[in-house]
């Protein structure tokens, strides 16, 4: 399934997007200097928390419009996507991206996008999945 060289395709295709590096040394794609969809490497505190659910590698980070559409992917596909209590109140889901095929990683980074890019850049470029 997805790699990070296909997360980063994905997110580059976004308008105005660009690549670097985050202080976690990980890849982080931003629009207009905001991170919309970042690799996590998870710390001892959400090792401890994950137990053996905790995946190998690290996750992808992406933001979501709301703490509602948090809790439907989570309960929806609790084998890719889940969270710790850092991104409590957050509207951030983790995802274990190599579970994602084309078209969900796509729409995953496409809605990220647009919680994060100036809603004029999102009025110019509607972005759709399908």
């Known amino acids: 399934m997805a790699d990070w060289d296909d997360v980063a395709r994905v997110c580059l295709a976004l308008p105005g997007t660009t690549e670097s ?3 976690s040394g990980g890849r982080q794609w931003l629009v207009r200097g905001k991170a919309f969809v970042w690799e996590r490497p ?3 505190k959400d090792l401890a928390e994950l ?3 905790a995946p190998v590698g690290h996750p992808l980070a992406a933001y979501v419009p709301d703490e509602g559409a948090k809790a439907a992917l989570l309960a929806e596909e ?3 996507f889940f969270t710790t209590s850092h991104f409590d109140g957050y509207p951030v889901v983790l995802c274990r991206h190599d579970r994602l095929d084309e078209r969900s990683l796509t729409e995953l980074a496409g809605e990220a996008w647009a919680c994060r890019a100036p809603r004029r850049l999102v009025a110019e470029h509607r ?4």
């Open 51 to 53: 137990g053996d659910r």
């Open 42 to 44: 998870l710390r001892k």
């Open 78 to 80: 609790p084998d890719v």
């Open 127 to 130: 972005f759709d999945a399908t």
């Open 21 to 23: 590096v985050a202080g």
